[in-house]
């Protein structure tokens, strides 16, 4: 597809429980970033990938919340024991990190709510 | 750790009336970007200032980066109801760290 695609789009889920998070960013974009936005906030950082490593994790807010990218494209953010205040919409970026613009695209999101 | 701070977090104008949003980092920043997200949707990028005092235009928004490449500002002449949204400006040290925005209502 043309732009970066994030499923599901909208996630419930029980406090407590696992979910996972996936993201399709623009082939052949080399970063991919991760970020939780709630209502009426900017986006608030998580994760930056370069490649399959993670070059900056410092966002992560505890140890409930982990990212991967095994193959350096597609990637899942992994949220374990669930909590209400992880509720928000996560987004996902990827940007080509070549030439002389540098912007991010970004996906339609993923809603989750946590009941 | 790096911070983007915006303001102001609201702005209410009449439609024609010029606006302006501010934008300040607390690290010197290799490039700074502003973004406009509508209501509903995600961040748009708009564009990327790199050079120490540059100024870029697009239309009616003109986009300028400070001296010390820590501020920025964004100016709108004459706002039509289209440019309805929240405009992020977003620093960049390799990872992207966005402020938290400005609301531009319109009124008719």
């Known amino acids: 597809g043309a732009g970066v695609s994030q499923t599901p789009s909208n996630k419930v889920t029980e406090k407590g429980k696992y979910v996972e998070l996936r993201c399709d960013p623009i082939?052949?974009?080399?970063?991919l970033y991760w970020y939780r936005q709630s209502l009426g906030q900017g986006p608030e950082f998580l994760i930056y990938f370069q490649g399959t490593g993670a070059a900056d994790d410092s966002g992560l807010p505890n140890d409930r919340f982990f990212a991967v990218r095994p193959e350096g494209s597609v990637s899942t953010l992994k949220i374990q024991r669930t909590e209400r205040g992880d509720s928000a919409v996560y987004l996902c970026a990827s940007s080509a990190l070549t030439g002389g613009t540098t912007e991010a695209f970004f996906g339609q999101g993923t809603r989750l709510t946590v009941v | 750790g790096q911070q983007v701070m915006q303001i102001p977090q609201y702005q209410h104008v009449q439609e024609g009336e010029d606006f302006t949003t501010y934008c300040n980092s607390s690290?010197?920043?290799?490039?700074i970007q502003w973004y406009k997200q509508r209501p509903g949707g995600h961040p748009v990028f708009l564009i990327q200032l790199v050079k120490s005092g540059e100024v870029k235009k697009q239309k009616r928004l003109t986009f300028q980066f400070g001296e010390a490449k820590k501020n920025s500002s964004l100016h709108i002449t004459a706002t039509q109801t289209t440019d309805v949204g929240t405009y992020f400006c977003a620093g960049r040290n390799g990872k992207i760290i966005f402020g938290k925005g400005t609301r531009l209502h319109i009124l008719p």
């Open positions: 690290t010197t920043l290799s490039n």
């Open positions: 082939s052949g974009h080399t970063a």
